[in-house]
């Protein structure tokens, strides 16, 4: 089992930035067993979206909305994964989940981040 706890969400204006984290623990093996960590969102009336993944190579993938404003990172000695979010805008109000991908997958229980104009 994977705990995974959230942190960072928060209400700024347009064109501020926050950072969210997300540090996982839990059962020695089933951290070792992690390899992609993400972020989703989900805005009222909407599906929940994936943001950025990062696998454990590094590799990383971006929505097309985000691409050039936020940037995902991981630290894996600290089983945590992060999620810099600058130029922020109205319709990135949401609510944001971290994921975690290994043996199974594993979801946080979110962080509001509210965008107003």
């Known amino acids: 089992q994977v705990q995974l706890v959230e942190s960072g969400g928060g209400s700024v204006q347009a064109g501020g930035s926050l950072r969210l984290s997300c540090a996982a623990s839990?059962?020695?093996?089933?951290?070792?067993?992690?390899?992609?960590m993400a972020w989703y969102r989900q805005a009222p009336g909407k599906q929940r979206e994936l943001v950025a993944l990062v696998g454990s190579g590094g590799r990383t993938n971006y929505a097309d909305s985000v691409k050039g404003r936020f940037t995902i990172s991981r630290d894996n000695a600290k089983n945590t994964v992060y999620l810099q979010m600058n130029s922020l805008k109205p319709e990135d109000t949401a609510a944001y989940f971290c994921?975690?991908?290994?043996?199974?997958?594993?979801w946080g229980q979110g962080t509001q981040v509210t965008v107003s104009s």
């Open positions: 994921y975690v991908l290994g043996e199974v997958g594993y």
């Open positions: 839990g059962n020695i093996f089933s951290i070792n067993a992690i390899n992609t």
